[in-house]
């Protein structure tokens, strides 16, 4: 995949003053409309020519995707000027709550299911949002593909691309990390996704797919939507 222009044939991500701002949705005209192709944007080893911001819809959805350890919640906390929902912060809530000693695997089901039953809540408010994944949850993906067609919005995919050694290093910086089996596992999902992405290939449902590297990560001061 070319690492400075997008995938043949798509529209182009505009770079304005404010960044990065991906094309406005065709209207449709009739049953013959065209389907336009998911935009694959690679934002890595640019040299200090990463935007530094990404803009979107009103209404649309963007999921941070990469390895735990990565920097997604780091990258949410310092860029997202708006909703966002976060698994980490639901983790931190329980985690204040639960007692010191029990382990975080006991109660990690029930976690889930509030990060979830938050997420609902919060795509029936509608507008513009920023979620959370681990990478290995296809499923949630897909929900929210269709919960962004139902809102009259679009799905986007931000994909951290890290070396497993360096998101190790930030769960140790964090002091909290996941079971070897766990990385292992969010390692294979990671890697599958970046090679179709990489294919020009994003999960279906995405209208775009954005690759960033620590660095271009690190540039970006915001991630918000138009309107």
């Not at 819809?57 to 990469?66: E, F, Q």
């Not at 799905?155 to 909290?176: E, I, M, S, W, Y």
């Amino acid at each position: 995949m070319d690492r400075t222009t997008t995938r043949a044939a798509t529209p182009a991500l505009a770079l304005t003053e404010r960044g990065l701002a991906l094309p406005r949705r065709a209207t449709a005209r009739g049953r013959g409309a065209r389907h336009l192709a998911p935009v694959v944007r690679d934002l890595r080893e640019r040299s200090g020519r990463s935007p530094r911001a990404l803009l979107f819809g009103p209404r649309d959805l963007v999921v941070v995707t990469g390895l735990p350890g990565s920097g997604k919640t780091t990258l949410m906390h310092r860029a997202v000027h708006g909703v966002r929902i976060d698994s980490q912060d639901t983790r931190d809530r329980w985690d204040a709550r639960a007692p010191r000693l029990l382990p975080y695997a006991l109660y990690r089901p029930v976690v889930r299911l509030a990060h979830y039953a938050g997420l609902r809540r919060a795509l029936r408010r509608g507008g513009g949002m920023v979620v959370h994944d681990c990478g290995t949850q296809a499923w949630v993906r897909g929900w929210l593909a269709r919960a962004a067609r139902r809102r009259g919005g679009r799905l986007h995919l931000l994909l951290l691309d890290v070396a497993p050694g360096a998101a190790l290093a930030g769960q140790r910086d964090r002091g909290r990390g996941v079971s070897r089996y766990a990385f292992l596992r969010h390692r294979r999902a990671a890697a599958r996704l970046l090679r179709a992405v990489e294919r020009g290939e994003p999960p279906r449902g995405c209208a775009s797919a954005t690759v960033l590297d620590r660095e271009a990560a690190d540039a970006l001061g915001r991630i918000g939507f138009t309107g």
